[in-house]
């Protein structure tokens, strides 16, 4: 390669190199501000500023969903695994707004550690179905958990039968 | 190998050379994609959740692959262009630019759409959406840079220095779904691994990918020539081809 070449590769590789030291380093330093929301560990650590506009995510809480009978106002906890956090909510919530889906919420943090959320999204994860396919894998997931409590059940059944057989 | 290389710079040798690849291009590219689009509108089952709003991805998915992969072309053109003051090089660089603005320009259009029956909105400033954001403006400025120098030379070079700058924004792109808590999804189609996505759904979609990539190639070889003849426009080879034999 020429001289002359060479050099200009190199400048070239210097542009590239500086650009990326920069945007590394500033998002390095945003990198809290990038994060779309808090987790619900991050609010229970009291990372969250409360009072504040900010947004909150995590896992919508199986049988924690709760609807008002005369007003839109529902309540619902998300987890991320570690912590759980309460959500109240007044409005219509997304179609795919669902139990054991994510979702992220706008709103504010209120001192007693209430989230009020003016806006909540459904976070779809990346997971792609057919909807026979999702039915026997539910059907699946049904058997096993029948199976489950069935089992428990019949342990259930047993101390009640003991003072029975005692008669 | 550098023989070559040097016949690629040669706008002509390259007019004439694309000239042949063009038919069989657009023919893969009308096959792949009136077949993806068949199959994966009309065929593929609908999916468990989000019911047929889900098929936008056979249009967002391919749009958005092409739109990070062309930038990377239109950078890789500005600096070769850069290095070896290569002509045809900066011609590849200003004419990926408006393709890849458009396909661009499409991905964040069809996930605004996607958006609102799925999350609840159709906007919202996380980092994957942000990004691409930029990407467009990444884009525009080289539309717009390109045309704003009087010397051809001036304009290239500054051109291909935005493009280098820029490429920072792809891996960003890319993994912001994975560094960043974000409303958008993490891929459905992995670099390693099975994708996310039943057999049935992938299958038209990967064909719609192909598709894609091949309608990139006939667009930023369409558009390259008519940099070519625009540019080289004085010299005797366009003026005969120009002429009615």
């Not at chain 2, 690849?21 to 590219?29: E, G």
């Not at chain 2, 960043?180 to 038209?204: E, N, R, V």
């Amino acid at each position: 390669m020429k001289p002359a070449r060479k050099q200009r590769l190199l400048i070239v590789v210097f542009i590239v190199v500086i650009a990326a030291l920069v945007v590394g380093l500033l998002s390095y330093a945003l990198r809290e501000n990038i994060n779309l929301f808090y987790t619900p560990s991050q609010v229970a650590a009291g990372e969250a500023p409360t009072n504040a506009q900010i947004r909150v995510g995590g896992m919508v809480v199986v049988d924690s969903l709760q609807r008002a009978s005369d007003s839109l106002d529902s309540t619902f906890l998300v987890t991320d695994g570690t912590a759980t956090l309460l959500i109240h909510y007044s409005g219509i919530l997304p179609d795919l707004f669902a139990e054991d889906e994510a979702a992220v919420a706008t709103g504010a943090l209120g001192d007693d550690g209430v989230f009020v959320a003016q806006q909540v999204l459904a976070k779809h994860d990346e997971e792609y179905t057919p909807p026979e396919v999702a039915d026997a894998m539910q059907q699946a997931k049904d058997k096993k958990a029948k199976a489950a409590s069935a089992t428990t059940k019949q342990t259930d059944i047993n101390p009640e039968n003991t003072p029975k057989a005692a008669y | 190998m550098w023989q070559w290389f040097h016949k690629l710079g040669s706008p002509r040798w390259f007019y004439h050379i694309s000239g042949k690849f063009l038919p069989w291009l657009a023919l893969a590219s009308v096959v792949l994609i009136v077949t993806g689009v068949v199959w994966g509108l009309a065929f593929a089952p609908q999916d468990a959740r989000q019911g047929n709003s889900f098929r936008i991805i056979y249009i967002h998915v391919p749009a958005s692959f092409l739109a990070l992969a062309g930038y990377y072309v239109m950078a890789a053109a500005g600096a070769v262009g850069m290095i070896w003051k290569m002509k045809l090089a900066d011609m590849v660089m200003v004419a990926a630019a408006p393709l890849g603005a458009a396909l661009t320009f499409i991905a964040l259009f069809t996930g605004a759409v996607w958006g609102k029956p799925t999350w609840g909105t159709y906007w919202i400033w996380d980092a994957r959406i942000t990004s691409m954001l930029v990407l467009l403006f990444l884009y525009i400025g080289i539309i717009a840079l390109s045309r704003s120098f009087s010397t051809r030379e001036t304009s290239a070079r500054a051109c291909a220095i935005l493009a280098l700058v820029g490429t920072v924004n792809i891996p960003i792109i890319y993994k912001s779904v994975d560094w960043w808590y974000t409303l958008h999804q993490p891929a459905t189609i992995k670099m390693t691994g099975a994708p996310s996505m039943h057999p049935d759904m992938f299958k038209p979609l990967l064909v719609m990918i192909l598709g894609f990539y091949c309608f990139y190639a006939l667009v930023l070889l369409l558009n390259t020539r008519t940099e070519i003849l625009l540019r080289e426009s004085r010299t005797t080879w366009v003026k005969e081809l120009a002429e009615p034999k």
